[in-house]
Nanobody, 128 residues
Framework: QVQLVESGGGSVQSGGSLKLTCAAS????????MGWFRQAPGKEREEVAA???????FVADPVKGRFTISQDNGEIKVYLHMNSLKPEDTAMYYC??????????????????????WGQGVLVTVSS
């Protein structure tokens, strides 16, 4: 059974930084696309960033230049490094994974993977 455990959420002031971690257990597929979506109150869920087993990375336009995604070399664990945080980054951040590599259109800032497994989410609050 695949489980995703997220950590690192919290409250920061505008301009601050946070690092989110998502660790997978029970994942036995050879390929993966693992990443983060977020959902703010009253808004639709949106993709944030993803990385796959081949090392390809996707970062959505709203966070490009501020957020980066990386992964552990040994375990299936990804990190979302969030810098220069803004109040509009306030949301629940969810980690997900699919047993395919990431496929996306960078020009359109769209990630097409349908994550099969999800974590419980962590809350990120950025105050002005």
């Amino acid at each position: 059974q695949v489980q995703l455990v997220e950590s690192g959420g919290g409250s920061v002031q505008s301009g601050g930084s946070l690092k989110l971690t998502c660790a997978a257990s029970g994942y036995t597929y050879s390929s993966y696309c693992m990443g983060w979506f977020r959902q703010a109150p009253g808004k639709e869920r949106e993709e944030v960033a993803a990385i796959d087993s081949d090392g390809n990375r996707f970062v959505a336009d709203p966070v490009k230049g501020r957020f980066t995604i990386s992964q552990d070399n040994g375990e299936i664990k990804v990190y979302l490094h969030m810098n220069s945080l803004k109040p509009e980054d306030t949301a629940m951040y969810y980690c997900g994974v699919e047993d395919l590599t990431c496929y996306y259109n960078e020009a359109r800032s769209e990630l097409y993977n349908q994550f099969q497994f999800w974590g419980q989410g962590v809350l990120v609050t950025v105050s002005s």
